[in-house]
């Protein structure tokens, strides 16, 4: 039997403006997150992706309804589980490599098995040349690299990521998405994945949560094969980006998902609408 890791019961979040109205940014959400799985939560802007990770991660709490991970209540941040924000969150005035050391000086790791671990993990992300330097010396590529070696280097139990590569450009993003299925086969790391990208879901997720807005609920789940093995040029990811699209264009009601296809249109053939990508910011 599959062991859930997190669970969210019935969730549901609301808040009242000043003038009295009511918004419901969730309602009613169930989810259950195996143990060792990346579930991916693909949604527009507002559906309420942010404020999930966050009930989840112990930031915030539910209006009504529970979350548990491992069977008991989250009520705050776990220093088990951690979040990487989209924004890097580095300390300017630390190197690199004391950036990286700051998690397991917190969990008073010896210095020498700190360092060990900090440098390969360095290695892992391709910063070992950069240790030495601050983040205002690195792009925001490298920067980015840094907050998720840190957040690595400390073997979480459960890893929350908001958007972490929304910034980057294609190769670094590619190329960061690629180190986290490598890093997730070697650790079993269970990860929540924040996107409104949906080949990241497509490449990325076990499972991905397709969200609805207005109010923010889980629409449609994909499940996908378990599959570890197929790459950006693969039918198999060919495959999965056209599961993800049409849950979204069922969940989004649009006229017909589209996909890439290898072949050349037939001639005079009128063009159909592609749906986006991704979902573009409001
Ligand atoms: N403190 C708050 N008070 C009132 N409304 C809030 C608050 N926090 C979030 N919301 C509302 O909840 C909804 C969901 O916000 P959330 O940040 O979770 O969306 P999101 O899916 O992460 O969007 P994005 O893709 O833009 O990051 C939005 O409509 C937002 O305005
Ligand atoms: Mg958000």
């Known amino acids: 039997m599959t062991h859930t890791k997190i669970r969210v ?6 808040y009242q403006d000043r003038d009295g109205q009511q918004h419901v940014p969730l309602q009613l959400v ?9 579930i991916c939560l693909l949604g527009p802007s507002g559906c309420g992706k942010t ?5 989840m991660a112990g930031f915030q709490t539910p209006s009504s309804g529970s979350i548990e991970i491992d069977g008991v209540a989250v009520r705050k941040p776990n220093p088990r589980h951690v979040t990487l924000f989209q924004e890097y969150g580095l300390f300017p005035w630390r190197t690199v490599l004391d950036n990286v050391l700051f998690g397991l000086e917190a969990q008073k790791i ?3 098995e700190a360092l060990r671990r900090a440098h390969a993990i360095l ?3 391709g910063l070992t040349d950069s240790a030495r330097r601050f983040p205002r010396q690195l792009s925001g590529g490298m920067k980015q690299r840094v907050a998720l070696a840190r957040a690595l280097v400390v073997e979480p139990d459960v890893l929350f990521m908001d958007e972490p590569f929304a910034a980057l450009d294609t190769f670094t993003r590619h190329r960061l998405q690629d180190e986290i299925r490598t890093i997730r086969q070697r650790l079993g790391t269970t990860v929540v994945f924040v996107t409104h990208d949906f080949d990241e879901a497509a490449y990325l997720a076990d499972r991905v949560a397709v969200m609805s807005i207005n109010p923010g609920r889980i629409a449609e789940m994909v499940e996908f094969a378990p ?3 197929f790459d950006r040029r693969s ?3 060919e495959e999965r980006r056209i599961h993800v699209f049409t849950s979204v264009a069922n969940t989004f009601g649009h006229a017909e998902p589209t996909v890439c296809k290898t ?3 037939p001639q005079n053939a009128s063009p159909k609408p592609a749906l986006e990508a991704s979902f573009t910011a409001s």
């Open 9 to 14: 019961s019935g969730v549901s979040v609301s």
């Open 30 to 38: 169930n989810l259950s997150v195996r143990k060792g799985e990346l």
């Open 51 to 55: 404020t999930l990770l966050n009930l």
């Open 110 to 112: 010896a210095r020498d």
């Open 123 to 125: 290695a892992t992300v």
């Open 227 to 229: 599959d570890t093995t």
């Open 235 to 237: 039918r198999i990811f």
């Open 263 to 265: 072949s050349s249109p």
